[in-house]
C-alpha cells in the first residue's frame, strides 16, 4: 500500500482517451443508452444483461467514458483530495474542457511530434519504476499486461495533456499588460476587498564552498575512468553502474537517466558535453559545480537527448572544513565591529558567484525578485533563517548539497522585513501586477471557451445533465 500511495502522488490523473470521429458522435449517444453485454452465468444456464462502460460526454473528436470519470476520481482521493473538493460535474466539466483544448489545437495544427509524447511517457514510466521498484510491480498497480499496453495508455494520455497545455498557451502567450492597466485593475478593486500580502523576508548570506585536494579529485576521476572502460571494453551496464556508483540523488535510482534539452535547466558544462556525444558514446571524465560526471548518450530524440550519467564528488577533508568556518566566524565578527558591511564582505570573501555581486542578495527563484514570501518559502531557506532576528547575523550554518553532497558554510542576514498588509500599489507593484496579468488571462481563456464551445460539437449524456458547468456545455 506504501508503495500504492507513492505511485499515485506522482502520476497526475491518468486518463484514458477514446478519439471518435464526429460522424459517429450521435449514434455513439443513441447506441450506449441500451448497450449491455450477454454474459453467461456459471450457476445457472440462463444468460444476465449487464450495462457496459457508458459515454459520459463527447466534445468535438474526443468522447469522455464514464469509466474516465471514475478513475479519475479514485486518483485524485487517493492522493488525500477531499469529497468536499471535487465532485463528479466539476470533475467531468474539467475533461470536457481538455478535450475541447485538444481538439482546437489539432484544427489549428498546433501539433504535438509523437516522439516528444514518447519521451515524456518514458521520463514518466522511468521515474515510476524508481518509485515502486520494478516495472513488474508497476504493471501490476495498473492491471497491464504487458509493457507495450502501459505505454499505449500513457501516449494517449499525454498526447490529449500536452495539445491542451499548447493550446493553453497559445491562448495566451501574447498577452501582455500595461501599466495602466495595472493601475485600473487596482483602482477597481474595493477597498476591503484590497489582498493581504504575508510577511516577505529580504535575504543575503556569505558562502565558503572548501575545496577538496589535488589527490582526492584524482580518485574521482580514476574511479570514473575505470567505470568508463568496464562499459566500452567489457559490455557494462551503464545504468547499473550508476545506480551502485552515483551520487545524485535525483537520478540514480533511474540509473542516472535523465531527458534533456538545451533549455533544460542543468550547468552549461553539463548540456555541453551531453550534445557534443554521439549515441553511444560515453564522456570522458568532466568537472561542473557538483563534482566529477561522465555522461552516456542513450538516444536522440529529435531536440532530446536521453542520457545517463554518473557524478562522483570529492570528498573534503574535515581540516578544510574547519577552517572555512573559522574564515567565516572572523567575517562575520568584523561585520559586527563595522570594519566592513555585509554587502562588502560578500563582494570580496563570498565564493558564490551568483549572490555575491549582490551583496550577498539571495533571489527568489519562483519570480527572481528579492522578497520570499515566510509563508511559502523553500522549507531548506526557513529552517535556516527562521531564528535570525532583523539585522542579526547568523552563526556559520553547514549546508550540503542534495546533488553529489558537498558541503559549505554560510553564513546569513535578514536585510529587510515587509510584515503583513493590505496591498499597496507602490510596494507591491510587482505582484499586483501579477494578479492583473492572471485576470487578464483569465478573461482571454473565458471568452475563448465560450466560443469555441459554441463552434464544436459538444453532446452530454442525459444522465449527466443535471450538472450545474462552469461553462455553458448545453449551449442554452
Given at each position: ?6 505511485i ?9 482517451v ?18 449491455v ?17 457508458g ?11 464514464e ?12 492522493q ?47 521515474g ?46 501574447e ?27 529580504e535575504i543575503?548570506q556569505?558562502?565558503?564552498?572548501p ?116 574564515e ?16 562588502e ?16 542578495q539571495?533571489?527568489?527563484?519562483k ?16 529552517n ?16 550540503t ?12 542576514k ?15 507593484y510587482?505582484?499586483?501586477?501579477e494578479?492583473?496579468?492572471?485576470q ?26 443535471d ?10
Open positions: 500500500m506504501k508503495n500504492k500511495n507513492k499515485v502522488a506522482i502520476v497526475v490523473m491518468l486518463l484514458l477514446s478519439p471518435f470521429t464526429s460522424q459517429a458522435m450521435e449514434a455513439a449517444f443513441a447506441m450506449q443508452e441500451d448497450v453485454e450477454t454474459v453467461k452465468d456459471t450457476t445457472k444456464t440462463d444468460f444476465k444483461r449487464v450495462k457496459l462502460d459515454v459520459a460526454a463527447v466534445v468535438g473528436d474526443y468522447v469522455i467514458l469509466s474516465d470519470i471514475e478513475k479519475t476520481l479514485i486518483d485524485l482521493r487517493s488525500g483530495v477531499s469529497e468536499d473538493d471535487v465532485n463528479r460535474c466539476s470533475l467531468l466539466g474539467k475533461l470536457m474542457e481538455d478535450r475541447l483544448y485538444a481538439h482546437q489545437a489539432v484544427q489549428d495544427s498546433l501539433l504535438v511530434a509523437d516522439d516528444e509524447v514518447n519521451a515524456y511517457s518514458e521520463r514518466q514510466i522511468q515510476l519504476i524508481g518509485q515502486i521498484g520494478s516495472m513488474d510491480k508497476l504493471l501490476a498497480f495498473y492491471k497491464k499486461e504487458s509493457q507495450e499496453a502501459l505505454r499505449e495508455d500513457l501516449f494517449k494520455i499525454n498526447k490529449l495533456r500536452m495539445l491542451s497545455e499548447k493550446m493553453q498557451q497559445d491562448i495566451i502567450t498577452i501582455e499588460i500595461t501599466p495602466e492597466e495595472v493601475r485600473q485593475f487596482f483602482k477597481e478593486i474595493p477597498k476591503d476587498q484590497r489582498p493581504v500580502f504575508g510577511t516577505q523576508l543575503a556569505i558562502v565558503k564552498q575545496k577538496a585536494s589535488e589527490e582526492e579529485k584524482q580518485k574521482v576521476i580514476d574511479k570514473l575512468l575505470k567505470i568508463r572502460s568496464d562499459v566500452l571494453e567489457n559490455g557494462s551496464s551503464f545504468k547499473i553502474k550508476a545506480i551502485i556508483s552515483s551520487e545524485d540523488e535525483g537520478s540514480r535510482s533511474s540509473g542516472g537517466f535523465y531527458s534533456i534539452t538545451k533549455e533544460t535547466g542543468f550547468v552549461k558544462e553539463f548540456k555541453d558535453v551531453a550534445f557534443s556525444l554521439k549515441e553511444g558514446e560515453v564522456s570522458e571524465p568532466f568537472e561542473t559545480t557538483f563534482g566529477y560526471h561522465i555522461i552516456f548518450l542513450e538516444k536522440v530524440r529529435g531536440v532530446e537527448r536521453d542520457i545517463r550519467h554518473i557524478l562522483l564528488t570529492p570528498k573534503v577533508s574535515d581540516e578544510a572544513l574547519k577552517a572555512a568556518r573559522e567565516l566566524e572572523e567575517i562575520r565578527q568584523k561585520i559586527i565591529d563595522k570594519e566592513f558591511t555585509f554587502a564582505a560578500a563582494l570580496n570573501f563570498s565564493d558564490q558567484k551568483e549572490t555575491k555581486f549582490e551583496g550577498g539571495l533571489r527568489n527563484p519570480d527572481f525578485g528579492t522578497k520570499f514570501e515566510l509563508t511559502d518559502m523553500d522549507s531548506k531557506v526557513y535556516q533563517i527562521r531564528n535570525i532576528k532583523d539585522n542579526e547575523i547568523s552563526n556559520p550554518i553547514l549546508e548539497e542534495e546533488r553529489g553532497g558537498a558541503q559549505k558554510y554560510k553564513i546569513m535578514i536585510t529587510n522585513r515587509y510584515d503583513e498588509h493590505e496591498a499597496d500599489f507602490a510596494q507591491d510587482v505582484k499586483i501586477q494578479l492583473a496579468l492572471t487578464k488571462k483569465i478573461e482571454a481563456i473565458q471568452k475563448w471557451m465560450k466560443k469555441h464551445i459554441e463552434d464544436t460539437y459538444v453532446s452530454v449524456n442525459r444522465d449527466n445533465q450538472c450545474e458547468f462552469t461553462n455553458n456545455w448545453y449551449k442554452e
